[in-house]
């Protein structure tokens, strides 16, 4: 009974994520950005859903406006699951929650939006269904539809896709207990997806194996970012470079300067920060969503809901 007790507890209390932009010179001096009211957005910002945390953004920037998905965990009775929301801006910092715009009856969560020949894609994270799926905007943004599966099996984490040297290259984790970062490619997007001869590129490494957002190029330089999960899932997120990258052959380094992104100590990003998608200006500077937590007391109306749950779910 007391572990059950515990167990419980520990759904109603726990850690709480907020989303924040970042900027800086480069993806490795990110910020919080002057004139930003950080964070932009929390659980608070979907008037009538019951959001217990928001995290893990990727945005994107089309005709002018930023379109920014995000995982929003949907508290609703008979839901209690991950799903992909949207927020939109003009300037980058004064957003506007748009909706849910792609749910199914798993959990989603680190929605990877890109573009490739004029087309959008996402791959959200989707391990519960036991897949890798590609999904495409029919139409941007607001509707997103099943194109492909991409690859099959339960232990596919945080998936981040690249086009590199007329390649298509997937880091993903492959066993979030002990640290493996796992790594494939294609001719194509749509595939067949082969697993790379070096890999797993990261074993048994909590440092640096789980991907923590978008990889980039930086001055021809390919930058992947990871989350330090040492002592505990997301703590802080570190650079790593990859320096070769073929068919046959995977180098990388860690860059000097890590962590690039850790807990301020205080507010919405006390305790740690776990993810960063970062985007080069026209002008050469750098601007980044990014998603920090802290621990909070979950309130009034989650905690009714949560018992409420309980009893349809031991309901005859």
Same mark, same amino acid.
């Given at each position: ?16 994520? $907020? ?33 217990? =945390?928001?995290?893990?953004? =990727? ?31 003009? !300037? ?89 970062? $796992? ?44 989350? !330090? ?53 026209? !002008? ?29 779910? $031991?309901?005859?």
């Amino acid at each position: 009974m007391r572990q059950w007790a515990a167990y419980q507890m520990k759904r109603v209390l726990g850690r709480v994520y $907020s989303i924040g932009i970042y900027a800086g010179s480069s993806p490795l001096e990110l910020r919080a950005s002057g004139g930003v009211g950080n964070p932009i957005l929390t659980r608070n910002s979907m008037p009538g859903l019951l959001a217990t =945390f928001v995290a893990d953004p =990727f945005m994107i920037p089309v005709d002018g406006t930023w379109f920014m998905f995000f995982e929003l965990m949907n508290w609703r009775p008979g839901c209690r699951k991950g799903e992909i929301a949207l927020a939109t801006s003009r !300037d980058a910092r004064t957003w506007k929650y748009e909706g849910i715009v792609l749910a199914e009856p798993f959990h989603l969560s680190y929605p990877y939006v890109f573009e490739w020949n004029s087309e959008y894609y996402m791959v959200p994270e989707s391990s519960a269904a036991g897949s890798v799926r590609l999904y495409r905007a029919k139409p941007f943004p607001n509707r997103w539809v099943l194109d492909t599966i991409l690859l099959r099996g339960p232990v596919h984490f945080d998936n981040c896709l690249f086009h590199r040297s007329g390649r298509w290259w997937m880091l993903t984790e492959t066993d979030e207990q002990l640290g493996t970062l $796992s790594l494939f490619h294609a001719p194509e997007l749509a595939g067949p997806w082969t697993e790379h001869p070096r890999s797993p590129v990261v074993r048994s490494d909590l440092r640096i194996a789980r991907p923590a957002g978008r990889v980039v190029s930086v001055s021809d330089r390919l930058i992947r970012f990871a989350q !330090d999960c040492r002592s505990q899932y997301g703590a802080s997120v570190s650079a790593v470079e990859i320096t070769r990258l073929t068919t046959t052959e995977y180098e990388e380094t860690e860059i000097g300067g890590n962590p690039v992104l850790a807990g301020s100590g205080q507010g919405w990003n006390q305790l740690g920060m776990h993810h960063v998608d970062p985007h080069r200006l026209e !002008d050469g500077s750098w601007i980044a969503c990014v998603d920090g937590w802290s621990n909070h007391v979950r309130r009034p109306r989650e905690i009714i809901r949560w018992a409420a749950d309980r009893f349809y779910e $031991s309901a005859p």
